[in-house]
């Protein structure tokens, strides 16, 4: 199993969850820090992975629900970390850009 991140995740996570990517993944962190996740942010975690699975392997089943049938059990506290960081990777990516054109704009 392994999960990618690009600039279509979030439009990828909207369209199937019909959620806001960035919003979810912000309430994961405090929780996730406090090993205290309840009944939503276990939903949001799946939903996230399953997207970002999906994005990794097209060839998994596009029934989110048929996707984690496969698995007996994870452990939810090591992968979340994961995929966080692999997120966290994929925005710094993306701010990178807009910051070299701030500096350029400003010249």
Known sequence: MGFKATASTTKRYREKFNRDLFKDIASLIPKMN???????ELEIFMNVAYIMAFQYDPTIPSDPDEWLD??????IYMILPQIIELWGLNTEQIEK????VEAQSGQ
């Open 97 to 100: 850009p807009k910051k070299k």
């Open 70 to 75: 496969q698995f007996e059990m994870f452990d």
């Open 34 to 40: 406090e090993n205290n996740l309840g009944a939503e």
